[in-house]
């Protein structure tokens, strides 16, 4: 074969091939841009798994935290009602013994208006 002809033909293939790689490189320039509604959607999916994640810890916390507040409230509530009924009997006692009293001045016979009660 002719050398001249041989070497035309490789620089011919070489071209081609050339050619062939700058059309791939245009063809990536041309890569249509991301799809970002599902990157969004995703995030979002994400974000509503971590406000969930941290609401269901905030309610745990705030109910764990009543919880106790309405255990000390019925102690403090439970403690306050036995002093008012040990008040209220003194009162009770007091106004029976004033009845007593009264009922002894006047001669007639004395009336318990408030019998005793048990707390």
């Known amino acids: ?8 033909r490789e620089a011919e293939a070489i ?6 790689a700058r059309a791939e490189l245009a063809a990536a320039k041309h890569v249509p841009p991301p799809d970002w509604s599902a990157i969004d959607q995703r995030i979002q999916t ?19 935290m009543i919880s106790e507040q309405n255990a ?7 403690h306050e009602t036995d002093r008012l009924w040990a008040v209220l009997n003194q009162v009770q006692e007091t106004i029976n013994t004033i009845n007593k009293m ?6 007639v016979p004395a009336v318990a208006m408030f019998p ?3 707390n």
């Open 15 to 20: 071209e081609a091939a050339r050619e062939a």
């Open 102 to 107: 009264d009922a002894a001045a006047r001669n």
């Open 46 to 64: 994400a974000l509503v798994q971590e406000r969930k994640l941290i609401l269901e810890a905030v309610g745990n916390a705030l109910g764990q």
């Open 1 to 8: 074969m002719d050398p001249m002809l041989k070497w035309k």
């Open 72 to 78: 000390e409230d019925r102690k403090s509530l439970a």
């Open 116 to 118: 005793r009660r048990a």
